[in-house]
């Protein structure tokens, strides 16, 4: 798996940040944001574990690449791959609570 920088802009699109991060198991698996920029995966590594995440609805993205980081390595590329926009209708504001302790409870497991 490897990921990128992101930029958080304004709703003209201008930066307002840009996010530089190191990455840690420990804020991974605390943060859906740690590694929520631009994304790649190994398909092999993603087949071996897509079904445990096919009933987090918008939170599957952050138990999938907590599990494809447990299976291997983590890649960082120091590069702006993502620009996004908060809004008030984002998952970390409007999503299921029941999912994030799931996905919390399966991180710890692996310390």
């Known amino acids: ?59 599957a993205d952050w138990l999938l690449t907590l599990l494809v980081a447990k299976r291997g390595g983590v890649l960082y590329l120091p590069i702006v791959g993502r620009h996004w926009r908060q809004h008030p209708q984002q998952s970390h504001r409007t999503g299921d609570p029941e999912a994030v302790r799931r996905i919390r409870h399966a991180s710890n497991l692996w310390r």
């Open 1 to 59: 798996m490897a990921y990128t920088d992101e930029a958080l802009t304004d709703e003209s699109g201008q930066d307002i940040a840009v996010r530089r991060l190191a990455y840690s198991r420990w804020q991974h698996a605390n943060s859906a944001s740690h590694v929520h920029g631009l994304i790649v995966m190994r398909r092999s590594a993603v087949e071996a574990v897509l079904k445990e995440t096919t009933d987090l609805n918008n939170f």
